[in-house]
């Protein structure tokens, strides 16, 4: 995962598990080295506490927007931290 070659790509596809794993190398490694244009996150609910560290790893990536979806309900909201609240 160099940075010339992540950068060489206009779709990078990769977890958050080598996210983390990219991160523990340090700041400028792997999916850190580059700033993003956009990051698509699937499965939102695995980054929606904000004290996490998949959280805040996601937020330390450089990138101009960053699209959060999911296709399970964030039944607590956002943070995982408000009650639910039936309109």
């Avoid at 977890?15 to 956009?38: F, I, N, P």
Wanted: with cysteine; glycine share 6%; hydrophobic share 35%.
């Amino acid at each position: 995962r160099k940075k010339s070659s992540l950068e060489d790509h206009d779709i990078v596809i990769a977890s958050y598990a080598t996210m983390l794993a990219d991160a523990a190398k340090g700041r400028k490694a792997g999916l850190s080295a580059v700033t993003w244009a956009r990051i698509v996150c699937d499965e939102a609910h695995q980054v929606r506490n904000a004290d996490s560290k998949t959280f805040k790893e996601l937020s330390n990536l450089s990138r101009t927007y960053c699209w959060i979806l999911t296709g399970t309900p964030i039944v607590n909201g956002i943070s995982g931290k408000t009650k639910r609240e039936d309109t």
